[in-house]
C-alpha cells in the first residue's frame, strides 16, 4: 500500500480514494456474511428444510435483537421481523450478524410444535 501511495506522490497524482479503492474491512465481512446466510437458506429449502432454529455466536458482541432470538425456532417461509440469521437487517454489530440458522428435521419441528 506504501508503494502504491509514494508512485502516486512521484508521479503527481492523487492520493484521495478511487473507485478502486478497497471497501472497508467491516462492510466486506457484511456482504460476505449475507452471501454466506443466502446461500445457507438456499441449500436448506432445496433440501426439504422448513425450519430452523436462530444459533447466536454466543459472545459479548451478539446484539440484542440477535440475542432475543437465539434458541428460538422459526420457518423459512415465514422470517421473524428482525429477518432470518445473517441478513443483517437488524444485528447492530458493526461487523454484521455473525448468526446461523440451524436446520431442523421434521421429527424436531413436530416435537417443538407439540411442547407450546
Known amino acids: 500500500m506504501l508503494s502504491r501511495i509514494w508512485r502516486l506522490i512521484t508521479r503527481g497524482s492523487s492520493v484521495a480514494p478511487s473507485a478502486e479503492a478497497p471497501e472497508p474491512r467491516a462492510e466486506r465481512h457484511q456482504d ?16 426439504g428444510i422448513t425450519h430452523y432454529r436462530w444459533s447466536s455466536a454466543g459472545d ?5 435483537n440477535c440475542r432475543a432470538n437465539d434458541g428460538k425456532i422459526f420457518s423459512w417461509n415465514d422470517p421473524p421481523q ?8 437488524c444485528c447492530t454489530e458493526k461487523s454484521g450478524c455473525r448468526c446461523v ?4 428435521l421434521p421429527w424436531e419441528v413436530e416435537e417443538s410444535q ?3
Open 82 to 89: 428482525t429477518g432470518h440469521p445473517g441478513e443483517v437487517k
Open 32 to 47: 460476505e456474511r449475507k452471501r454466506q446466510a443466502a446461500k445457507q437458506k438456499e441449500k436448506q429449502v432445496s433440501a
Open 60 to 64: 459479548e458482541r451478539v446484539c440484542e
Open 101 to 104: 440458522a440451524a436446520p431442523l
Open 114 to 116: 407439540r411442547k407450546r
